[in-house]
């Protein structure tokens, strides 16, 4: 049975350069949806599933910035900011607002279809839209819906930092992230603390999902990087 082509939801003002975008995924074997403003791109998210936001910035009704806070406060689908801004200081805004990554303009067609495939292999989709996703046969379930976590069937005691620190981990499957990269997604330039202290919060976590928090399964260290998801089987 053949799978429908995923959408990929274009938000740029300039029409041809929507166009060129959506023909280069089109060839990649992607469905494009097209919005030149904010408002018209918040209402094709409530209409249909899309799979992955090329946003950009300079948007003629609304701060790009502004619509990737709504989208990320309403779902996790992954966010690519296009823009020309091309600062150190607006790449980590970008990230640290939501967005899993960053373009700058002029850019390759070919590159900004590449990154997009590289974002989609590291999160399924299927994942992304479902409320409630399940690990190893049912021995860990998140409940995104509900915002609470389930071991073996009962439900884990997690604070709100750490059950948000493990689904950016879980929302990032077997893709190592720094310290400085969970901050950013947690809460950017707001988080107070050490990065180190995040170690904490990994040493709590792994305390009340691991089936042996000694030798964890689930949330690996990477040795001179930092951590990262390991799901395993469904």
């Known amino acids: 049975m053949n799978r429908k082509p995923r959408n990929i939801l274009i938000v740029e003002d300039e029409q041809k350069l929507r166009d060129v975008v959506a023909s280069y995924l089109k060839k ?21 599933p ?11 009704d609304t ?6 806070k709504k989208i990320r406060a309403h779902t996790s689908v992954p966010i690519l900011m296009l ?10 805004r970008g990230l640290s607002l939501g967005a899993d990554d960053y373009v700058t303009k002029p850019f390759s067609p070919r590159e900004l279809v590449a990154r997009i495939q590289a974002i ?8 992304l839209l479902a409320d409630t996703v399940t690990f190893r046969n049912g021995e860990l379930v998140i409940d995104a819906g509900r915002q609470e976590v389930y071991r073996k069937g009962v439900l884990v005691p997690l604070t709100p930092f750490e059950y948000r620190l ?24 707001d988080y107070e603390g050490d990065v180190r202290t995040i170690d904490q919060h990994i040493k709590n976590l792994r305390q009340k999902i691991e089936p042996n928090p000694k030798n964890p399964s689930y949330i690996l260290t990477v040795f001179g990087v930092g951590y990262k998801f390991a799901p395993g089987s469904p």
């Open 28 to 48: 990649a074997g992607y469905h494009p949806l097209q919005a030149a403003r904010g408002d018209e791109a918040w209402d094709l998210l409530q209409r249909e």
């Open 50 to 60: 899309v799979a992955l936001v090329v946003l950009d910035l300079l948007l003629p």
């Open 63 to 68: 701060p790009g910035e502004e619509l990737c």
């Open 83 to 92: 823009t020309a801004k091309a600062g150190e200081t607006d790449r980590i």
């Open 120 to 127: 989609l292999r590291r999160v399924s989709p299927e994942e």
């Open 166 to 189: 493990l689904l950016t981990l879980a929302r990032h499957p077997d893709r190592p992230l720094t310290r400085e990269d969970l901050i950013l997604k947690l809460g950017g330039f």
